[in-house]
């Protein structure tokens, strides 16, 4: 397979760096990759799994060899992208992308148009692969990260020379395995702090609330598994890292924690007031939207095609149907198993990237006894 971009340059190669590396790497193995980062082992453990090519110094003459390449990425935390940004500008030539992959969008899109404004050669597209870890570093990056995940692209020009980067970046990203969407900057950034900085915040306050009344023979510790663990996973992020976004992003964020504690105070005051009806009625309005979710990622750019099978609920029944398919050389994109099966026509769903696949897996299931619908 041919690369739309000979050479990567990649400034940052923690865990969203790391893993943008190897997945270059692995769908292009011939494409140069130089890499720049504070952290001189990065470099060096990247370079002898042979994960990039070159290291480059975090100085005026790496960052003058790095916007020679076709594409640039900045990896860096939030706080260290704007200065990265800056650095590179003065040198990068005419046909070159430089991109970000921070989960805010507007304050470096802004600075980008300031840039933008006084060196002409420099086209910048916004980026944010939606994935990511509880886990930081390099030594955490993982060549399928991205793989099926969206990628929100934010242009930060309306012209001929955007629209055709921003086309060329969303091209090479959906061949990469991941899913790009285009957003407009203040849009992405309100809808981030809705669904990612915001259940961070939560969860964060969840376990606070859980800390503060733990007893001395750790009962709380105990009992916190299943459910409890899950929706607190995210509170083991990173700490810096996460003032930082929350700070980045605070205009937002403030935003919608008010609505979060309007919904907080609806919850209080019907129990307070013993209204069973009003009670159940947040809690109905909640599932039925949850339930709505897709458990695929589904960009308008991205066609993803799905079926539900009735599956009993045994040991090996997941392998089973996954070992029919890959007998049959047909790749699963995506797989769901439903809480339960309400509406669903089976708890088992399986999305797939052609229709074409869908159609045989729907016969290949069927043909070996599984009650298989399409959706």
Aim: with cysteine.
């Amino acid at each position: 397979m041919t690369s739309s971009f000979s050479s990567v340059s990649i400034i940052g190669l923690g865990l969203i760096g790391g893993s943008m590396a190897r997945m270059i790497k692995r769908c292009f193995e011939s494409t140069r990759i130089f890499a720049m980062d504070a952290d001189s082992m990065n470099l060096s453990n990247a370079q002898l799994e042979g994960i990039i090519d070159f290291s480059l110094p975090m100085t005026s003459s790496g960052f003058q060899t790095a916007a020679k390449s076709n594409l640039v990425l900045i990896a860096t935390p939030i706080d260290s992208a704007t200065s990265a940004l800056k650095s590179i500008a003065p040198y990068v030539t005419k046909g070159t992308i430089v991109s970000d992959m921070c989960s805010t969008k507007t304050a470096i899109i802004n600075f980008a148009n300031d840039l933008q404004n006084k060196y002409e050669d420099l086209c910048f597209i916004g980026g944010h692969p939606m994935a990511g870890s509880e886990k930081s570093g390099y030594h955490a990056s993982s060549s399928h990260l991205f793989e099926n995940a969206a990628y929100l692209l934010c242009p930060s020009k309306d012209d001929g020379l955007h629209s055709n980067a921003i086309s060329k970046l969303g091209l090479y990203i959906q061949t990469l395995g991941a899913c790009p969407m285009i957003v407009n900057p203040d849009d992405h950034d309100k809808s981030i702090a809705v669904i990612s900085h915001l259940p961070h915040i939560v969860a964060s306050s969840l376990v606070n609330v859980a800390s503060n009344n733990e007893d001395r023979e750790h009962t709380l510790s105990t009992l916190a598994a299943g459910g409890f663990k899950d929706i607190t996973r995210i509170a083991s992020g990173n700490p810096k890292l996460w003032r930082t976004i929350t700070m980045d992003n605070k205009t937002f964020i403030l935003n919608i924690l008010e609505e979060y504690k309007h919904s907080l105070d609806a919850f209080c005051k019907a129990i307070e007031a013993n209204d069973h009806t009003s009670l159940e009625m947040l809690f109905s309005n909640a599932k039925s939207f949850r339930d709505s979710l897709s458990s695929a990622i589904t960009p308008p750019s991205v066609s993803v095609y799905n079926l539900s099978v009735d599956v009993k609920d045994r040991q090996g029944i997941i392998a089973e149907v996954a070992g029919i398919l890959d007998q049959a050389k047909i790749n699963i994109r995506n797989l769901y198993i439903a809480s339960n099966r309400e509406m669903s026509g089976g708890c088992l769903q399986l999305s797939f990237s052609t229709i074409d696949l869908r159609d045989r897996a729907i016969k290949v299931l069927s043909f070996a006894g599984y009650n298989v619908s399409s959706q």
